[in-house]
Structure formats: structure tokens, C-alpha cells
């Protein structure tokens, strides 16, 4: 369990200095660059690449939006369906934002064998599971429907 306190810490830290250097939260970060990285996404396509909930990538895109750094524009043929559009000043922000993990922790994972990293990456995505259980797993405990 400490090093899960541990690994909370740091990520607290960096998250804080990320803040502090870039005016950005990881999350709105994840954000712009799943934007960026998939063209326009509907909102629930970003929620789901950013595995955030729909209701916090709303309000994440309403901060950006206010900002400058997205537009959103609703389908003329289905009022429901809303697509976001990164602006040349989204873009601009996410080429100085800064790496959302750090450089000794990037160049210790790549310089691990690939088994080792896929050993790593299962192991987080394990005690995730734990923490936050997958969306359509929590929904089907709880028994809601998602449609």
C-alpha cells in the first residue's frame, strides 16, 4: 500500500506543476489532446478516448471553450450530436503544455523490456480496476442503463 500512496503523491505533485507550467489540468489536457489526436469527436466518443465521465468532459469543454482553445458545433441533422474542433490557439497552448509525466519516469519505462512494461501496465490497469471500476461494469452493478 505505500507504494500506491507513493505513486499518488508523485502524481499529485506532477499534476500541480503541470497545472502551474501550462494553466491546464492533466485532465483538460488529456482533453485537447485526444482533439487534437482523433479530429472531431462527438462528446461521447471524447469522454470514452479520455476516460473521463460524459458530465466532466462537458464541463472540461466549456472551460475550454471559454478559452479560446475548442469550438463545439451541434449536427445540423441530429441536435443531440455536438463536435469539438481544437482553434489554432488550442493548438498553440498544447505544443508548450508539458509532458504529462516525467522524464526520469519516461526514460525508465522505454529503457524496460516490453514484457516488463507489459507487466507494469497490467498491474496498473488491475489496481485501476480496483480504485475505478470501468464504466460498463459499474453501471451494470449498479444496474442503469446506459442508452
Known amino acids: 500500500m505505500k507504494a500506491i500512496r507513493r505513486i499518488v503523491r508523485a ?3 506532477r499534476s500541480k506543476k503541470v497545472a502551474r507550467e501550462a494553466g491546464l489540468t492533466i485532465p483538460q489536457i488529456v482533453v485537447l489532446q485526444a482533439v487534437r489526436d482523433f ?4 462528446t461521447a466518443a471524447l469522454s470514452h ?3 473521463l465521465s460524459p458530465a466532466t468532459t462537458v464541463t472540461i469543454l466549456d472551460k ?7 469550438t463545439r458545433r451541434r449536427s445540423a441533422t441530429d441536435r443531440r450530436i455536438v463536435r469539438t474542433r481544437l482553434t489554432a490557439e488550442g493548438e ?6 508539458p509532458a504529462l ?4 519516469f519516461v526514460t525508465g519505462f522505454a529503457d524496460l523490456p516490453e514484457a516488463e512494461q507489459q507487466r507494469i501496465v497490467a498491474a496498473f490497469r488491475a489496481v485501476a ?12 452493478r449498479e444496474g442503469t442503463d446506459l442508452g
Open 129 to 140: 480496476d480496483l480504485v475505478d471500476p470501468p464504466l460498463v461494469e459499474a453501471v451494470a
Open 39 to 42: 479530429g472531431q469527436l462527438t
Open 92 to 97: 498553440r497552448i498544447l505544443k508548450g503544455a
Open 101 to 104: 509525466f516525467g522524464r526520469r
Open 64 to 70: 475550454l471553450e471559454a478559452r479560446g482553445l475548442v
Open 11 to 13: 502524481n499529485d505533485i
Open 49 to 51: 478516448q479520455a476516460d
